[in-house]
């Protein structure tokens, strides 16, 4: 990626005018779940007003509803502890997080009071939506960060698989594939010059949106140029198992390294031939989910 790019849009979009406008659009997008009775676990550290965690408490607090905030701990059974003890009724995660709380609160036997989970941070394939759904009974919506974690920059549509785009401050183009699924570009609307590739890929959607809405629709995401599809296949059989907690993959200087955290005494999948093979239990004292040590952007072993 364009580093020099880069912070051009992170400079546009991270004034205090443009947080503001910001905060405000996920307020707007809110609204069609949210209540001022709701209690929301945010499980993004609130770096300042420039962070995904810090963009959300302040759109949670201007809905005067209650956020959560998770503190240093990132520990799974803090998160799982924290969820439990607040009632939070709804959570702001990357989705293979609220995926691993699904698995961990059956084999403890917690019970979870989420009725919406917003995703962030990285697109939540099919299989993550189908697995929080059916560990949750709740309803899945996602915020498109993309590139970076303040250029917040779309939000799922409320009737169908779909992105629809921010128009008040950005452009989308697909790349050199027509009609098909192909790069997603994003350009400041105050400045086209300001051009990224997202490294996702996508389409527009050619019909009018079953929601109504005439804002353009995204859809058939898939991963892009940047990710190992490997490994992505492999993070994916690996995290719809409900015996496996989390799962850690890389190349390594020797090849293809992978490491389980696995659910004692539960069938587990045919492993691989790869390079280096740990399967390890859950241990609440040490892990953390491989999200939080992958650091806060997406990347091919984060699936």
Not at 14 to 36: C, G, I, K, S
Not at 104 to 119: E, G, H, Q, S
Not at 223 to 239: K, R, T, Y
Request: aromatic fraction near 10%.
């Amino acid at each position: 990626m364009d580093s020099v790019m880069l912070q051009r849009m992170r400079d546009a979009v991270t004034t205090p005018e443009e947080l503001a406008a910001t905060v405000d659009y996920l307020v707007q997008q809110m609204n069609a779940f949210l209540r001022p009775v709701d209690k929301v676990l945010i499980c993004f550290p609130d770096d300042g007003p420039c962070s995904l965690g810090g963009l959300f408490t302040a759109a949670v607090r201007q809905m005067k509803a209650t956020p959560i905030l998770l503190g240093e701990d990132h520990r799974w059974k803090t998160i799982l502890k924290l969820a439990f003890h607040s009632r939070a009724t709804a959570i702001v995660a990357p989705p293979l997080v609220v995926l691993g709380l699904t698995k961990l609160a059956k084999m403890t036997k917690t019970p979870l009071y989420f009725r919406n989970v917003i995703t962030a941070g990285y697109f939540c394939y099919r299989w993550m939506v189908d697995g929080i759904k059916r560990g949750l009974d709740c309803d899945v919506w996602g915020c498109y960060d993309a590139c970076q974690d303040s250029m917040v920059a779309g939000f799922t549509c409320k009737v169908c698989s779909g992105i629809h785009i921010r128009q008040d401050k950005f452009c989308f183009d697909i790349q050199d594939e027509g009609d098909q699924v192909g790069d997603v570009f994003i350009s400041l609307k105050s400045d086209p010059t300001v051009r990224l590739n997202t490294f996702d890929r996508a389409r527009f959607s050619k019909t009018t949106c079953a929601c109504g809405s005439t804002v353009p629709l995204l859809v058939d995401f898939g991963p892009g140029s940047d990710v190992d599809e490997i490994l992505l296949e492999m993070g994916a059989q690996f995290h719809t198992w409900t015996s496996i907690l989390d799962a850690y993959l890389f190349r390594g200087e020797c090849g293809l390294e992978l490491e389980l955290v696995t659910f004692p005494g539960e069938k587990l999948p045919k492993f691989p031939t790869v390079a280096k093979l740990i399967v390890r239990p859950w241990d609440p004292e040490r892990d953390v989910p491989n999200w939080f040590q992958a650091g806060w952007r997406n990347s091919a072993q984060n699936g």
